[in-house]
Structures are given as C-alpha cells and as structure tokens.
C-alpha cells in the first residue's frame, strides 16, 4: 500500500519559472511532512519541512503548502534554476507511530529548460 | 547531508556472499536509520538503532538482514547470502532526536551489486 504518492514521474519547466511538485498521502495520522532533494548517485538532501499545525513554510525560493482536508502537500520553486534539476522525494512520518520512520514517495524528476 | 559518512559507496558481491554497509553518523546525532532504495522506487525504511539499541526493525526482511550500533564505532548493516534482489542502494541516515521536527539527515549512499 503506498501511503505517500507522487503521481508525475517526471516535470519539466523552463527556467525562471514557476514549479510546482505534488504530493497525496493517505495516513491522516502522518503529522510531519519533509521534501528531499536528490541528485544521481548521491543521498537525498533536505530541503524544506512542515507540521501539520501549519499550512505553509516558506524557505527562499522553496514553499511548501499543506491542505490536511485533502492530504495534499505541494512543493513550489519559484524561480525555478538549472541547478534545480534533480529527483525530488516527498515523505511523512507520524508522531505515534515512530516520529523517524518515514515514509517516501516514488519521487518526481525535475527538470528544468534554460 | 554532510556529515553521514558511508562505506562503501559502491560494493559488488556475488550470489551467497556477505554484504557489510558501514555508517557513521553526523556528530551529536545519537539516532541511525537506514532506508532501501530499489531501482525505479522511492525509499523504504528499514530500522532504526540509537547506540546499543535496536528501536524500530519493522522495515527489515525478517532472514539474512541485520544491523547493530555498538556503543563504539559505526552502524553496520549486514546482509548474509545476497541474492540478486538485495542489488539496491542503501542510505544511512541520523538525527539527534526521534521526535517530529528533528529533520534527519541521509548519508550519500552505499550501492550494492549482486552477480
């Protein structure tokens, strides 16, 4: 059962613009959500997280939007850069049932167009 | 992700043979995981040890797989009789809490070939 979905495989979008990376989950005990960056041959980076108490985080060009009511978060670059091309993971966890344990999503591969 | 150190990066072993995946974890971080990826997958836990301790092992298969994290030294994962569907990637990963909010943070991985 796949509790975290990234339903696009892959996105591609030219430079300067906006992307926009979806993800649904279906545990509504999942309370802490994180995206991960990740290029070939190296470990996913951490980009960005948020609670479930909140239903946006923004670090610099990266925001991340929370809708608990639909279990869907989404990841927006914006603008969008070369050197964003990359695997992009989103995962949760749940407090009670093992806060670490997270649970990835396929991933969408990102890229972007100069 | 710097700071987890793995090793190997890149390991083949044939059918039967023992794998052994070394992790240390970022400094101050008292907590180790480690995830899977197969080709074409996302990532899927397996356990989770602080030092001396075996927290969560619901991820791992129940035969040939085993981890430790002694009190000295690094995480070991270790996979007894491999066989060509162990051939994955596998990432360390450590915090310095378990509770929500402590990020955790991925080595740069160890990629296992079985032939």
């Known amino acids: 059962d796949q509790q975290v979905k990234q339903n696009s495989p892959s996105l591609s979008v030219q430079e300067g613009r906006i992307s926009i990376l979806n993800c649904d989950y279906t545990?509504?005990?999942?309370?802490?959500f994180l995206w991960y960056k990740k290029y070939p041959a190296e470990g996913p980076t951490f980009l960005i997280s948020?609670?479930?108490?909140?239903d946006k985080n923004e670090d610099g060009r990266f925001t991340v939007f929370l809708n608990k009511s639909a279990k869907h978060l989404s990841l927006h670059i914006v603008p969008s850069q070369p050197g964003d091309s990359a695997v992009y993971f989103c995962?949760?966890?749940?407090?009670?049932?093992?806060?670490?344990?997270?649970?990835f999503g396929q991933g969408t591969r990102l890229t972007i167009n100069p | 992700n710097a700071g987890v150190m793995q090793n190997p990066r890149h390991l083949v072993r044939r059918r039967g043979q023992e794998a052994r995946l070394r992790c240390s974890p970022m400094?101050?971080?008292?907590?180790v995981y480690w995830y899977r990826q197969l080709p074409e997958e996302g990532l899927k836990f397996m356990v989770y040890l602080q030092k001396e301790n075996i927290i969560d092992e619901s991820g791992m298969p129940k035969e040939r797989f085993s981890a430790e994290f002694p009190k000295e030294g690094p995480s070991i994962l270790r996979i007894q009789q491999v066989v060509r569907g162990d051939s994955a990637a596998y990432f360390c990963a450590s915090s310095p809490g378990a509770t929500s909010g402590n990020t955790i943070y991925f080595g740069e991985g160890s990629w296992l070939t079985v032939v």
């Open positions: 400094k101050g971080h008292s907590h």
């Open positions: 995962a949760a966890s749940a407090s009670n049932q093992g806060a670490q344990k997270l649970v």
């Open positions: 948020i609670s479930s108490i909140k």
């Open positions: 545990n509504s005990m999942f309370d802490y």
